[in-house]
């Protein structure tokens, strides 16, 4: 995905506005109950278990493969993006990658705000652990209203595409000072059949240790659910913060997109 700072945007190509409803035909199969019902009705005491564990969690299959084609096929609908980004001109890799403008397509939107409630519980379990003031609103719009407030008002969901030799270098998804503490990512092409390689990568630091590496074994339609910046982790002197980078491995051969979805806008 994309890098910390707002400086990855510079440069980028901008895009036309669309419709402020955004209904379009394609977008309507996603629309399915079985889906939706799917995003609400997740293992959450094992996600919040393994994110706790690990930093990271699968949420099991979220999309059909049809679901899958017609999410990837919003790629090629320039009217829903604000911005275009090649990586290999700022140095975060090769393939690109395009934000969502607002208003998010519904899609979109109604997985953003379904997510957000019990990842909202998980973050602010983790804010108590390390001892922060801080937590973080029960709902998304409060979590955006405390966004925009701040200066950061521009959308952050993206689709990404890479093709072979394409790869994603580690980073960080920060975007500015208001960073909510996991995002999840969604691979929507099938690994061995579309494409091979391109595994999604997790590296984390330990203290006083060499860094740990985790490959996620995502399958198409899955999606993994990861900690943006740090998380808390049990020590011999107690609790202390990890920091996590993510990227994608090169691609070998094929096509692979994937959905991320960050709930914190950028400057």
């Known amino acids: 995905m994309s890098s910390a700072s707002a400086a990855q945007e510079r440069g980028v ?3 036309r506005r669309a419709s402020p409803r955004r209904r379009l035909p394609g977008v309507q199969a996603l629309q399915a109950r079985p889906s939706r019902d799917r995003r609400l009705t997740l293992d959450w005491k094992r996600i919040a278990a393994e994110l706790d564990a690990r930093g990271w969690a699968l949420t099991g299959p979220m999309f059909t493969p049809e679901q899958c084609a017609t999410l990837a096929a919003l790629y090629d609908q320039p009217a829903l ?4 980004v090649v990586m290999a001109r700022h140095g975060y890799g090769k393939g690109e990658y395009q934000y969502f403008a607002y208003p998010l397509p519904e899609p979109i939107q109604s997985l953003r705000m379904s997510l957000y409630p019990p990842l909202a519980w998980i973050a602010n379990r983790w804010a108590e652990r390390l001892g922060e003031e801080r937590r973080f609103p ?3 719009a409060e979590m955006l209203e ?3 407030a701040g200066g950061q008002a521009r959308p952050t969901p993206l689709m990404l595409t890479y093709g072979p030799g394409d790869y994603n270098c580690l980073h960080q998804d920060l975007y500015g000072e208001h960073v909510f503490p996991l995002q999840a990512a969604f691979l929507l092409d099938a690994p061995g059949r579309d494409f091979e390689g391109g595994e999604f ?3 984390e630091q330990r203290p006083r240790q060499q860094s740990a590496p985790q490959v996620v074994p995502l399958g198409q339609g899955e999606g993994v659910i990861f900690a943006v910046r740090e998380r808390p982790a049990e020590g011999s002197r107690g609790v202390h913060r990890r920091m996590l980078r993510h990227g994608v491995s090169e691609v070998r051969s094929g096509r692979r997109r994937t959905l991320g979805v960050i709930f914190h806008d950028a400057t």
């Open 146 to 148: 405390r966004c925009h």
């Open 201 to 203: 990568v997790l590296v």
């Open 13 to 15: 190509s901008r895009h």
């Open 81 to 84: 993006f604000r911005s275009r």
């Open 138 to 140: 029960e709902t998304l």
